[in-house]
């Protein structure tokens, strides 16, 4: 689990804005397609619209249908589709039915004794949420976990895939907010001139009223995993309960004048999370950092 949280802190971390993958073309399957195949981009290059990157992730199941699943959770406001894509081992998609019916009965424990409940805990994979962009305007995330999905099943001879693999199975939600990204991008695209400016005051990144960050009902889905008054979320939701993951990763990006946040957070902490979820914290953001560094 160290290594595999390693292993997406690097992924979360790179902001892919024009670099490339850090692997030459020839550590890759050739079968399995590219951002720039299917989205005429690379990853960054552009802003990928809400129904592209879900487009993207669909392309990703029809190259590698035995090992990618995408599954539909939810309808935003404004119609738009919100999917999540399991990634997973051939073995585990296999059993992907039998493996969450044993995950919801661990997770429940009523029915196990102690070491009942040890061996499943043992022989069962652990599943990791990764959710990206419930902030529209947040850009990085969702090409992040779109390249996360592409590495995981397209890298060729690579350890630390094969691991992420055999022990996990990989839930990816690439866009939370698809009504906030989609109007941030009209946005962009209306006010960009032929040469498009990083600068903080270029008129594509001055956002009119209400901006991106916000969903069609001008709600911080952000500020509503506890109220669930929005669809989104109420979906969302939902969903993870039944998967029931070890790890939940929320990514974010930092605004140009900020630095980069690492885990765990300053007090005063919520008194409901406990210790053992503090010690993850700690884990995952000395993870971060080493990856950083």
């Given amino acids: 689990m160290r290594r595999f949280v390693l292993f997406c802190a690097f992924w979360l971390g790179v902001a892919p804005a024009t670099a490339s993958l850090p692997f030459t073309d020839e550590d890759y399957a050739i079968d399995i397609p590219t951002f720039e195949a299917v989205l005429g981009h690379a990853a960054g290059e552009e802003i990928t619209t809400s129904g592209d990157a879900i487009r993207y992730l669909e392309r990703l199941r029809d190259a590698a249908p035995d090992r990618v699943k995408v599954v539909p959770y939810a309808e935003s406001w404004q119609g738009r589709r919100l999917v999540y894509a399991i990634i997973a081992s051939k073995e585990n998609m296999a059993k992907l039915d039998t493996i969450q019916a044993d995950l919801a009965t661990l997770s429940d424990g009523k029915s196990?004794?102690?070491?009942?409940r040890a061996r499943k805990a043992s022989e069962l994979p652990a599943v990791s949420w990764l959710g990206y962009g419930v902030h529209g305007n947040e850009l990085a995330p969702t090409d992040?976990?779109?390249a996360l999905a592409y590495h995981l099943l397209a890298a060729k001879n690579d350890p630390q895939v094969e691991k992420i693999l055999a022990e996990t199975i990989v839930i990816?939600?690439?866009i939370q907010n698809p009504d906030g990204r989609d109007r941030f991008l009209h946005h962009f695209e209306s006010a960009r001139g032929l040469t498009v400016l990083g600068d903080t005051y270029a008129a594509e990144r001055d956002e009119p009223w209400p901006g991106g960050r916000l969903n069609h009902a001008l709600f911080d889905m952000n500020r509503d995993w506890f109220t669930l008054s929005?669809?989104?979320t109420r979906g969302r939701?939902?969903?993870?309960?039944a998967w029931h993951p070890t790890v939940v990763v929320d990514a974010h990006e930092m605004g140009s004048n900020s630095?980069?946040?690492f885990a765990p957070a300053a007090d005063p902490f919520s008194p409901f999370i406990t210790?053992?979820?503090?010690e993850g914290h700690e884990i995952i953001g000395r993870a971060n950092a080493e990856a950083f560094d």
């Fill in 275 to 278: 210790q053992a979820q503090r």
């Fill in 237 to 241: 939701v939902s969903a993870m309960l």
């Fill in 259 to 261: 630095t980069f946040f």
């Fill in 112 to 116: 196990l004794t102690q070491a009942q």
């Fill in 172 to 174: 990816i939600d690439p």
């Fill in 144 to 146: 992040a976990g779109m």
């Fill in 230 to 232: 929005q669809p989104e």
